[in-house]
């Protein structure tokens, strides 16, 4: 059964700093793996998308690595902004008698002015 | 347009009403979903439709049932709901993967659904 884990749980830094979210999964079956961030109450957003073949994928101030044999993804954040602060969500898509995405239990991050 | 838009976005019941959430996207995707996240926790998958067949559904109590009536529309039907299935319910769609298509999900901001 697939199991997906977030590290940390929460994180609190300065604005300006650069940080890294960890997200690791037992089973290399994945067909993508998604990060999302969700602010409270509030529905998911897709930050970035990586497909299983895929090693990398980058969107302005987010870059997202994927290594599907060890079951690791990171999310890197460069030059954090209190608006970042949210919950990010690592998801990965598996077959499981039909496509189902499964979800880590995600960082709270919180980036003070 | 990448949107999925649920309706309503707050529901109060009691344990006795019948009630329904609705989700709609104009995305082409064949496969829509839905997932119930309790507070600081993870969105958990309840029912998944693939061509408009349920092709998911994890373990959920029959007071939930699920309807798509075509492929743009997804429905939840609620009844004889019990207080600790008060929860933030929301939608998803995407196309499956392969080919061009990457499987990515797409949300709704969901429906906060209370029960007295």
């Known amino acids: 059964k697939q199991e997906v884990t977030q590290i940390p749980a929460a994180l609190s830094v300065p604005e300006g700093e650069n940080l890294v979210l960890n997200c690791s999964f037992t089973d290399s079956a994945i067909y993508n793996l998604q990060w999302f961030r969700q602010d409270p109450g509030k529905g998911l957003t897709s930050l970035l998308l990586?497909?299983?073949s895929q090693r990398e994928q980058t969107s302005g101030r987010l870059n997202a690595s994927l290594d599907k044999s060890s079951g690791r993804s990171t999310l890197y954040i460069a030059a954090s902004q209190p608006g970042d602060s949210a919950t990010y969500l690592c998801a990965v898509l598996v077959w499981g008698g039909g496509f189902k995405t499964i979800f880590g239990a995600g960082t709270r991050l919180f980036v003070k002015a | 347009d990448t949107e999925v838009t649920q309706t309503p976005k707050h529901l109060v019941m009691g344990m006795t009403n019948k009630k329904s959430l609705k989700c709609e996207q104009h995305?082409?995707?064949?496969?829509m979903y839905w997932y119930k996240q309790k507070a600081k926790k993870p969105p958990e998958l309840m029912f998944v439709y693939s061509y408009e067949k349920l092709s998911i559904n994890e373990s959920v109590p029959s007071r939930f049932s699920p309807e798509c009536p075509n492929s743009s529309l997804l429905n939840l039907h609620l009844h004889a709901l019990q207080p600790e299935d008060s929860a933030l319910y929301l939608c998803?769609?995407?196309?499956?993967?392969?080919?061009?298509?990457?499987?990515?999900?797409?949300f709704g901001e969901g429906s906060r659904l209370t029960v007295l």
């Open positions: 995305m082409g995707h064949r496969a």
């Open positions: 998803a769609s995407s196309q499956e993967p392969g080919g061009p298509s990457t499987g990515e999900l797409f």
């Open positions: 990586i497909q299983s």
